[in-house]
Nanobody, 130 residues
Framework: QVHVVESGGGLVQAGGSLRLSCAASARTFSASAMGWFRQAPGKEREFVAAIKARGDSTYYADSVKGRFSISRDNARNTVDLQMNSLKFEDTAVYYC???????????????????????WGQGIQVTVSS
């Protein structure tokens, strides 16, 4: 079983920045694509950002492009989400997700699908005050 744990959430004013971190226990972490999703109250969970196993390809939702940046450190089994210029509508519970290595190459854009991921964290609250 792979454990995924998010940290770094909290309350921030609009226009501010916050950095989320995710630690995964998988021994195959360096071969696993990782993603961030979020879910606001009353809304479905939505894609935020994804990064391929080697960190050489990333993909972002249009709503966060240019403001958020995803990165990973395979030596530490962590993936971070740097969030800048935060808006009130970024308020949500943020989830980190890990995708088992499957031995096939998929387009980075496919990592926006929830069903591409096998392991999920418990989520962490991010609240942006207007």
């Amino acid at each position: 079983q792979v454990h995924v744990v998010e940290s770094g959430g909290g309350l921030v004013q609009a226009g501010g920045s916050l950095r989320l971190s995710c630690a995964a226990s998988a021994r195959t972490f360096s071969a696993s694509a990782m993603g961030w999703f979020r879910q606001a109250p009353g809304k479905e969970r939505e894609f935020v950002a994804a990064i391929k196993a080697r960190g050489d390809s990333t993909y972002y939702a249009d709503s966060v492009k240019g403001r958020f940046s995803i990165s990973r450190d395979n030596a530490r089994n962590t993936v971070d989400l740097q969030m800048n210029s935060l808006k009130f509508e970024d308020t949500a519970v943020y989830y980190c997700a890990a995708r088992r290595p499957r031995g096939i190459v998929v387009p980075t854009s496919s990592l926006s699908r929830l069903d591409e991921y096998d392991y999920w964290g418990q989520g962490i609250q991010v609240t942006v005050s207007s």
